[in-house]
C-alpha cells in the first residue's frame, strides 16, 4: 500500500536539507548555499515540504513560492515583475530522488493553487529549462494548464528558460484538471519511454520523475 505523503510548513529547522536536496536537482534548479535559502524562505508567502507522517523531520520534498509585488532579486521573477501579472510565482518544486512517482508534485501544484485562489491572484507562473532542456517538466506543466508566455536567457546567457502561466480559476476546474492529469500520468508511465539525465533510456515512469523539478530564480 503507497505511503501517505503531508505537507507541512518549511521551517529553519529543514534549510540543511533542502539544500541538500536542491543541489541535488541541479541544474534545473540553481546552487543554493544554506544563507540563500533561508533568505528565499524568509521572503517566501508559500514554503512546504512533503514528509511521511512516520518522519515528519525529515522532507522529501519541498516548494517555495512568491506572492507578486516583493522585493526580490531573482532575474527570473523580475520577468514576470515586469510584465504586471498578479500571480503566485512558483520558485522551485524539488522533489528528492527516492520519493518521486509518488505524485508529490501533483499534491504541491495543488497547495500553490488554493493559496493563489485564497490570495485572489489571476495566474501561477513559473519557468522551466529549455537548454538544458527538461521536457518532462514542460509535459507535466502542460497537463496541468500552463502555457508558454516568453523566453528568457538566465545565468548570464548560459541558461534559456521558458516563462510559463496558468490561469488560476475555479477550484473545480483544477482539481478536474489534476484528475484527468493523474490519469494521463498513470498511462504514461505505462506505456512510454524517455531519456535519462544521463542521455540512456528509461521507463515511462523514470521520464514521468523528471517532470516534478521546476527550473528557479
Given at each position: 500500500?503507497?505511503?501517505?505523503?503531508?505537507?507541512?510548513?518549511?521551517?529553519?529547522?529543514?534549510?540543511?536539507?533542502?539544500?541538500?536536496?536542491?543541489?541535488?536537482?541541479?541544474?534545473?534548479?540553481?546552487?543554493?548555499?544554506?544563507?540563500?535559502?533561508?533568505?528565499?524562505?524568509?521572503?517566501?508567502?508559500?514554503?512546504?515540504?512533503?514528509?511521511?507522517?512516520?518522519?515528519?523531520?525529515?522532507?522529501?520534498?519541498?516548494?517555495?513560492?512568491?506572492?507578486?509585488?516583493?522585493?526580490?532579486?531573482?532575474?527570473?521573477?523580475?520577468?514576470?515583475?515586469?510584465?504586471?501579472?498578479?500571480?503566485?510565482?512558483?520558485?522551485?518544486?524539488?522533489?528528492?530522488?527516492?520519493?518521486?512517482?509518488?505524485?508529490?508534485?501533483?499534491?504541491?501544484?495543488?497547495?500553490?493553487?488554493?493559496?493563489?485562489?485564497?490570495?485572489?491572484?489571476?495566474?501561477?507562473?513559473?519557468?522551466?529549462?529549455?537548454?538544458?532542456?527538461?521536457?518532462?517538466?514542460?509535459?507535466?506543466?502542460?497537463?496541468?494548464?500552463?502555457?508558454?508566455?516568453g523566453q528568457q536567457l538566465t545565468k548570464?546567457?548560459?541558461?534559456?528558460?521558458?516563462?510559463?502561466?496558468?490561469?488560476?480559476?475555479?477550484?473545480?476546474?483544477?482539481?478536474?484538471?489534476?484528475?484527468?492529469?493523474?490519469?494521463?500520468?498513470?498511462?504514461?508511465?505505462?506505456?512510454?519511454?524517455?531519456?535519462?539525465?544521463?542521455?540512456?533510456?528509461?521507463?515511462?515512469?523514470?521520464?514521468?520523475?523528471?517532470?516534478?523539478?521546476?527550473?528557479?530564480?
Open positions: 500500500m503507497p505511503t501517505a505523503t503531508l505537507l507541512r510548513p518549511a521551517t529553519d529547522a529543514d534549510i540543511s536539507r533542502l539544500v541538500t536536496l536542491n543541489n541535488a536537482a541541479i541544474p534545473a534548479v540553481p546552487d543554493t548555499p544554506a544563507a540563500d535559502m533561508a533568505e528565499l524562505l524568509d521572503v517566501a508567502s508559500l514554503a512546504l515540504v512533503a514528509v511521511d507522517p512516520d518522519s515528519p523531520a525529515d522532507p522529501l520534498g519541498f516548494v517555495v513560492a512568491l506572492e507578486s509585488g516583493e522585493d526580490w532579486p531573482g532575474e527570473n521573477y523580475a520577468w514576470f515583475e515586469e510584465r504586471g501579472l498578479d500571480h503566485l510565482y512558483v520558485d522551485r518544486i524539488v522533489v528528492g530522488e527516492g520519493a518521486r512517482g509518488r505524485g508529490i508534485g501533483q499534491l504541491f501544484y495543488d497547495a500553490v493553487f488554493d493559496a493563489a485562489r485564497t490570495g485572489g491572484h489571476e495566474v501561477v507562473t513559473c519557468e522551466v529549462n529549455l537548454n538544458p532542456p527538461n521536457p518532462g517538466s514542460m509535459r507535466f506543466h502542460g497537463r496541468l494548464g500552463f502555457e508558454e508566455r548570464g546567457g548560459d541558461v534559456l528558460v521558458a516563462k510559463l502561466a496558468a490561469d488560476v480559476g475555479s477550484a473545480d476546474a483544477y482539481e478536474a484538471a489534476g484528475r484527468a492529469a493523474k490519469r494521463r500520468a498513470a498511462t504514461s508511465r505505462a506505456t512510454t519511454t524517455g531519456t535519462s539525465r544521463a542521455g540512456a533510456p528509461t521507463t515511462g515512469t523514470a521520464a514521468a520523475r523528471a517532470a516534478l523539478t521546476t527550473a528557479a530564480v
